[in-house]
């Protein structure tokens, strides 16, 4: 009876081992895959490595005692090597060792969409795992929505940025597309990537034309950022675009939400009382004419909009739940809309 008792005590105890091998090595190693960890690898013992994984919050306590057995059984122990990589937190240790066993610097892809601010940058880059703190990117960029910030490039960097007021952020310059950075890369390397791609981007827009009554390609682009936030659709753009300019023309506020929210760090589509009497000099609906700069990246479309924008009577609109745009000649055409909606 004994022997049987430890014989199953035996299988019981295999079975187990081997669905914690299972689960740690192929489904995860933690409850659901996290989010992106940046982990540096010093030394290439499976100690030490297992030891700084599990210190990054990449392995689980049991992962981490696994971890020397299953790059042994894999026969993968020499390709270990010290680096910097980003690895999901939890993530099975088949695909922890597949990214350590790369050679070289290990790269990420970063999708930074149109309309993103410097808020949103930041979030992103933390989602990617190459930051930790909103603040070291703000100590590059600059702080949003302020006149006195320092940001760490110039023109003696970048000659176009000449035509950014002093104490502004580099909002509305770092360019909204998808980039591939070093896995090591400092947020320094990143606005300096961003910002050579705003340099070619926009070398032929920034040699146009200005529309009448903008007087710089700095105007273009903070009235391109309000475009951008307010509308979808390149024929909307352009509408709004002109739009904007009849209203700065004849002296009207923009009033465009998107600017409050940018002054106070809100979001959302709907803006408070409170929030629109805000004193803040990127706040359209206190202060006539353009915001004091960008309130966030536009994408080309948008500042080609504003390049170019498509004559039109109206100037009232609103943007509809789905996008849809709804515009109006006169304030009363524009209440009327906001009943309906």
Not at 202 to 214: I, V
Request: aromatic share 8%; no cysteine.
């Amino acid at each position: 009876m004994r022997k049987r008792t430890r014989i199953l005590f035996f299988l019981t105890g295999i079975v187990g081992l081997s669905a914690l091998w299972v689960v740690l090595t192929i489904v995860g190693n933690g409850r659901s895959v996290g989010p992106v960890q940046r982990v540096v690898i010093i030394s290439s013992t499976t100690a030490d490595v297992a030891a700084s994984l599990k210190a990054s919050g990449v392995l689980s306590s049991s992962a981490q005692i696994l971890f020397p057995f299953f790059v042994r059984f894999q026969g993968t122990e020499d390709g270990l090597h010290p680096g910097t990589f980003l690895i999901p937190a939890h993530a099975p240790l088949r695909q922890v060792v597949r990214i350590l066993l790369q050679h070289g610097r290990t790269e990420t892809r970063v999708t930074i969409p149109e309309g993103s601010s410097l808020r949103d940058l930041a979030t992103i880059l933390q989602k990617a795992g190459l930051v930790t703190r909103t603040e070291d990117v703000i100590a590059v960029t600059g702080t949003p929505a302020s006149e006195q910030t320092e940001t760490v490039f110039g023109e003696k960097a970048f000659s176009y940025l000449a035509g950014k007021p002093q104490g502004i952020s580099l909002e509305g310059y770092l360019f909204p597309d998808t980039y591939r950075f070093f896995a090591d890369a400092s947020v320094r390397d990143v606005a300096q990537k961003m910002l050579e791609t705003f340099d070619v981007k926009t070398k032929d827009l920034r040699a146009e034309p200005l529309p009448y009554p903008l007087h710089s390609f700095y105007d273009v682009l903070t009235l391109a950022s309000v475009v951008e936030a307010e509308v979808r659709g390149a024929e909307d753009q352009r509408r709004v675009a002109d739009l904007f300019l009849r209203r700065i023309t004849a002296g009207m506020p923009l009033q465009a939400d998107s600017t409050v929210q940018y002054a106070s760090g809100a979001s959302g589509r709907f803006t408070t009382a409170a929030d629109r009497e805000s004193q803040s000099l990127w706040n359209t609906y206190q202060h006539p004419g353009l915001p004091r700069g960008p309130i966030a990246s536009p994408g080309l479309e948008a500042i080609r909009a504003v390049l170019h924008p498509t004559p039109n009577d109206a100037l009232y609109f609103l943007t509809g739940p789905d996008g849809t745009v709804y515009y109006a000649k006169t304030l009363e055409e524009h209440v009327a809309n906001k009943r309906h909606l």
